[in-house]
């Protein structure tokens, strides 16, 4: 791999070990991919240092936290002192809330683990996010920013609705770019590898947060890894279709970029974004949404509902505030947990609707979500949710039954216990 004067004299030792072993992964891993070189990143979402009670005990005699940064981050066989970040980098979701741990059925000693990893990575630069939708706490990389991010549903976004630029990368490339600001160039970094293989046409009219999710969860199903454009039978979706459509994408596929026609910065028109090689031209029509509706109640047969779970992506300000308006004067039956981020929640609580959702009897959590934090209230067997992707992972991690739904239905089965979603 082709490497710069000043990549080489980190690769020798020249920052110090922790800089050192940092390059030595990037190039390692480059070389795999067999990237030409490597590439400069401004903006970097990870998990640094994160913890739980198993990681702590395994490195309890090397060091503690720097060694789980240094021999489980990166990969090393030395532990050394960890610098602060060399460019921006935020840590995205973990498995526990700091003030809702409890009610997550989290233990003293994960909430202990996560909040001295947390210490930690916030004395070495880190921004504590704790999200899975960086983006809507702060974190929005410009247009043609080469970033490294983890997070299947924030990477797409990053990709397709910003025009920045990542792969999905894991806990060690990311902790490895913190430190040294590089990334191996392949993959999406490269202009070329970004137009899109599969045309998707979209014939039935899709508008509401739950059709995006639907036709997301086609698109990944029909299109697997490879780059869709869509038009059709829609409008410019607003930031909580966006962010449904492309997690259920990531979810029933394993898509990282796609683009809207005319929409999404990439694709001014079809033609500008479809590679040429493209010959196939896929459907989603009427009987498409409904075979998806089904994929997505697999699971559901019992209509009594025990546990409502809102916010997969992390709920929006908007979601929060339609949430508590659903919940306007009513009390909930069901458990209801609705999961954000710490800023997003800043804002609600600041609104009164942090306050609203408590008061009919709903908990507001952060940083988590029950498919990450493998957590859902004592005894559930049946869930609701309004988010295509968790319910492709949560019956499947929980062994539970799920029902798939607009956001006002499963408001509804929250306050009646009862499931009464509509097929489309
Ligand atoms: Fe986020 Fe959990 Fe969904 S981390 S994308 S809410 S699976």
Same mark, same amino acid.
């Given at each position: ?11 020798? @030792? ?7 072993r940092?390059m030595?992964?990037?190039?390692d ?12 990143t401004?903006?970097?979402?990870g ?6 009670p198993?990681?702590?005990h ?5 060091g503690g ?7 489980f981050d ?7 002192d ?13 498995g $526990?809330?700091?003030?809702?741990w ?7 000693a994960?909430?202990?683990?996560? /909040? ?6 916030s004395? /070495?630069? !880190? ?5 899975c ?10 247009f043609?920013?080469h970033?490294?991010?983890?997070e299947?549903? #924030? !990477?797409i976004?990053?990709n ?19 430190l040294?600001?590089? =990334? ?15 045309? $998707?046409?979209?014939? !039935?009219?899709?508008?509401? $947060?739950f ?20 038009d ?6 607003? =930031?909580?279709? =966006? ?9 029933s596929?394993?898509i990282?970029?796609?683009?809207l ?13 479809l ?5 196939e ?13 089904? #994929? ?14 809102l ?6 300000i ?7 308006a659903?919940?306007?004067?009513? /009390?909930?039956? #069901?458990k209801l ?6 800023? !997003?929640?800043?804002?609600a609580?600041?609104?009164?609707v942090v306050?609203? =959702?408590?008061?009919a ?10 498919a990450i934090g493998?957590a ?11 988010? #295509? ?15 798939? @739904?607009t ?7 929250a306050?009646?216990?009862r ?6």
């Amino acid at each position: 791999m082709r490497l710069t004067d000043s990549e080489r004299a980190i690769l020798d @030792g020249g920052s110090g070990p922790a800089k050192q072993r940092a390059m030595a992964l990037l190039v390692d891993y480059g070389r795999i991919l067999d990237a030409e070189c490597l590439i400069e990143t401004t903006n970097v979402a990870g998990v640094p240092g994160q913890a739980t009670p198993l990681l702590r005990h395994y490195f309890e005699a090397e060091g503690g936290q720097k060694a789980i940064f240094s021999r489980f981050d990166l990969d090393s066989d030395a532990v050394f002192d960890v610098p602060m970040a060399g460019v921006r980098t935020a840590c995205l979701q973990s498995g $526990v809330d700091p003030l809702g741990w409890q009610t997550l059925g989290k233990t003293e000693a994960a909430f202990v683990a996560s /909040r001295d990893a947390e210490a930690y990575a916030s004395a /070495r630069g !880190v921004e504590m996010l704790r999200t899975c939708t960086p983006y809507l706490a702060g974190n929005v990389p410009a247009f043609g920013e080469h970033c490294a991010w983890m997070e299947s549903s #924030a !990477v797409i976004y990053c990709n397709s609705v910003l025009g920045a630029r990542t792969n999905t990368e894991g806990r060690h490339s990311t902790s490895a770019a913190m430190l040294v600001g590089r =990334i191996p160039y392949w993959g999406l970094h490269r202009p070329e590898a970004r137009k899109a293989s599969h045309h $998707v046409r979209v014939e !039935v009219p899709t508008a509401s $947060v739950f059709d995006w999710g639907m036709l997301g969860y086609f698109t990944g199903e029909v299109v697997g890894e490879a780059i869709p454009i869509l038009d059709g039978a829609f409008a410019p979706p607003d =930031i909580t279709r =966006i962010k449904h459509f492309g997690a259920a994408a990531a979810s029933s596929g394993g898509i990282e970029l796609y683009h809207l026609a005319g929409i999404t910065p990439e694709a001014p028109s079809l033609d500008a974004a479809l590679d040429k090689a493209c010959v196939e031209t896929l459907v989603y029509d009427a009987a498409a949404r409904r075979r998806m509706h089904a #994929a997505l109640n697999a699971n559901g047969s019992i209509e009594d509902v025990d546990f409502v779970m809102l916010g997969c992506p992390h709920a929006a300000i908007e979601q929060m505030r339609e949430a508590a308006a659903l919940l306007d004067g009513r /009390r909930v039956a #069901a458990k209801l947990w609705i999961f954000t981020s710490r800023a !997003v929640r800043d804002q609600a609580e600041r609104e009164g609707v942090v306050e609203a =959702i408590h008061r009919a009897g709903g908990n507001v959590l952060t940083d988590t979500c029950s498919a990450i934090g493998n957590a859902v209230p004592p005894g559930t067997r049946v869930v609701a949710l309004d988010s #295509a992707k968790q319910a492709h992972y949560l019956p499947a991690m929980m062994g539970i039954e799920a029902w798939y @739904g607009t956001t006002a239905e499963c408001i509804d089965a929250a306050v009646t216990g009862r499931w009464r979603g509509v097929a489309p």
